[in-house]
Each structure stands twice: as C-alpha cells, then as structure tokens.
C-alpha cells in the first residue's frame, strides 16, 4: 500500500470528522449540543440549545461540490416537524460552497435558517 492509500480517508469519515470540529467548537464555547449524524438521522447531525434556543444543525462538509437551495430546503422540511423557534442552521466548509439560490432561500425563508462556516 502506497503512502497516499494509507492516507486517503473516506467521504464518510469526512463528514464525521467535520461534524466533531464543529461539535467541538461549540462546545469550546460552552453550548451544549451532541452529533445525531448518522445512518437515519433525518437530516440532524448536532442538536443543541443555548439559553433555551433549541437548534439543529446540518454539516455539509463538501470540498468540491456546491450546496445548492436543495439542502436549504431539506433543513426548512426538518424544521418544519421541530418545535416553534428551532434554529436550522447548515454549515460548510466556506462560505464559498453556497450557490447565490441557496443563500436567497435561507435569507427569505419562513424558518430561522443560518449558513455558516468553520
């Protein structure tokens, strides 16, 4: 096995290891929150609430791939089936991963949506 195999680390593993920095980070920062991600979790990765704000967070962790309004409307369907006031919140890599569409249907719609990067 080359040295580039040993290294190379799989798109899931990708994604658990950006939903753990963000995990991390927010708990650095002293909101409590836990990963959900996983196989059936209905498009929750990290739950959490701070000073009784519940939120639910979608991690996105693509290099090479655009998040595209898609995504911004599978969040406004999992808010939709969460209590009033939860905050949908995706995070990607860089605010560069967001097409011009996504970022219009977060800002206009009727549910609290947040993009964010790390």
Known sequence: MTKFQQEEISPVQK?????????????????????????GDKGIDIKGMKKGV??????KNWRTKNIDRSIIN?????????????IGIVAAPSMNRYTPGAKETARTSIYNVILVDN
Request: with cysteine.
């Open 74 to 86: 599978q969040i406004e369907g999992v808010l939709s089936r969460q209590s009033n006031g939860t």
């Open 15 to 39: 994604g658990k290891n950006f939903e753990m920095k963000i995990e991390k980070l927010l708990t650095d920062a002293n909101i409590k929150c836990e990963i959900t991600g996983g196989p």
């Open 54 to 59: 519940k939120f639910i967070i979608e991690c």
